[in-house]
């Protein structure tokens, strides 16, 4: 039996939870509070196990740890549709400001505890305290270590189940299905609760996933089922166990043998054995820039300055942002492996085509990523900015002012502003 950190240093996980902080957009003290115990909770719930091969289009991670690995790439993809989303649904534009956040949390919450009453769909999962005969776990009567296990062993069988049971916002045993929420509830502070119970219609949509009874209609249950359907169209990868992980061997040869090779879509962005200058640009470009802006080292609506709130985001002045942190991470203190390859003179646009990559952007007419602005000055002279514009920049932004109504948006960087 290993704890949280012992799981997450093994499982190379420590980069997941960077990235679900940044796409969570929490102060670092209230990620620690109503975040953090959360996925500690369900790390030492769920242990090494693989995902079962019942469930194995859930994410395709049979290897050991699959089950931890897979609900964070749950997590971090919900939290991205979740960006596509204005919630909640039908609001007045003064109430999503002061909700969207609780939502946000909501979609993290059950997109990440959505499978705890599978935990031990298509396995058997052995314990002993070490000193008795092995027993069967049953996740209805506790954790692993709250039924006294100190060291488990698991069998996994054969996938011959329905699409129906693959399905991973199908009804789940009633015996398992308030699992999920003995979790929630468990670890996440009363404080943090009663803040969603301020909306009564996301708790009740909340308390249908935890209790394994999601609408897919419903705007959580929807983002789920979106990510469902993902996952069953992405392909399995055999995957050794990790370092400590005990197996038995399977009890009924697998139904259908596992296709090696996996195209970049289906790589996980945030393994640490992924090349830096490919994969995290984006984020650590916006944790930088979140900091800076923080800190004072990048001025916001200065007429001279690289960073600019206009009524449709954070407007970058590009290339210049993007030369700036290029500069930073190659003379900063933190040059070494994690910026390998990445040159001064050329590294800006690795980091551009990243955040481009990763959708927060406005585009014009679904191509064009650069956007015009113009700000007329003193004497009736005027100059124009061009940029990219992150869409909903207090998601990752932690302290903006307000609108400058210097800045208008030009259409296509020529001609009359934009209505």
């Known amino acids: 039996m290993l704890d949280a950190r012992s799981l997450i240093d093994q499982l190379h996980l420590?980069?997941?939870?960077?990235?679900?902080?940044?796409?969570?957009?929490?102060?670092?003290?209230?990620?620690a509070l109503a975040v953090r115990p959360l996925i500690d909770a369900y790390a030492e719930w769920v242990q090494l196990l693989p995902v079962g091969t019942s469930l194995v289009g859930r994410g395709c991670h049979p290897q050991a740890g699959g089950q931890l690995l897979r609900a964070c790439v749950s997590a971090i993809r919900a939290l991205d549709r979740r960006r596509g989303q204005i919630l909640p649904r039908g609001a007045a534009p003064e109430v999503i400001g002061e909700l969207a956040?609780?939502?946000?949390?909501?979609v993290f919450v059950a997109a990440l505890l959505c499978d705890a009453g599978r935990v031990d769909a298509g396995l058997r999962v052995w314990i002993s305290d070490g000193a008795e005969r092995l027993r069967v776990w049953r996740p209805t009567e506790g954790s692993m270590r709250e039924c006294?296990?100190?060291h488990y062993r698991v069998e996994a069988f054969s996938a011959g189940v329905s699409s129906g049971d693959r399905d991973p916002v199908a009804p789940v045993n009633p015996g398992a299905s308030a699992l999920a929420l003995r979790l929630f509830e468990g670890r996440v502070p009363a404080a943090i609760r009663d803040w969603l119970n301020k909306d009564q219609a996301l708790m009740?949509?909340?308390?249908?996933?935890l209790t394994g009874q999601v609408d897919k209609a419903g705007a959580i249950g929807s983002l789920l089922a979106?990510?469902?359907?993902?996952?069953m169209q992405a392909r399995s990868v055999a995957v050794g166990p990790a370092p400590g992980a005990v197996f038995i061997a399977p009890a009924v040869e697998a139904d259908v043998a596992p296709e090696?090779?996996?195209t970049e879509s289906d790589q996980t962005e945030f393994l640490e054995d992924v090349r830096p200058a490919e994969r995290g640009l984006a984020s650590s470009f916006m944790h930088w820039l979140d900091q800076g802006i923080v800190a004072g080292r990048l001025t916001v609506n200065q007429?001279?300055?690289l960073v600019h709130v206009v009524a449709e985001g954070l407007l970058l002045v590009s290339p210049g942002i993007f030369r700036r942190f290029a500069k930073h991470r190659t003379t900063g203190s933190r040059v070494g492996a994690d910026v390998a390859g990445l040159d001064q003179r050329e590294g800006w646009r690795d980091v551009m085509r990243a955040v481009l990559r990763e959708g927060w952007h406005l585009s014009e007419g679904g191509a064009v990523n650069m956007?015009?602005?113009?700000?007329?000055?003193?004497?009736?002279?005027?100059?124009?900015?061009h940029g990219i514009v992150i869409r909903e920049p207090q998601r990752v932004i932690r302290t903006l002012p307000g609108i400058d109504p210097a800045l208008v948006r030009i259409v296509d960087g020529a001609g009359s502003p934009a209505a």
């Open 204 to 209: 009740a949509e909340l308390h249908a996933c």
């Open 260 to 262: 090696h090779g996996v």
């Open 148 to 150: 006294g296990a100190s």
């Open 14 to 31: 420590v980069n997941a939870i960077r990235v679900l902080r940044i796409k969570l957009a929490f102060p670092p003290e209230v990620f």
């Open 303 to 305: 007429h001279d300055g």
């Open 371 to 385: 956007l015009c602005y113009e700000r007329r000055r003193s004497g009736g002279t005027t100059i124009r900015i």
């Open 101 to 106: 956040h609780r939502w946000t949390y909501a």
């Open 226 to 231: 979106d990510d469902a359907r993902c996952d």
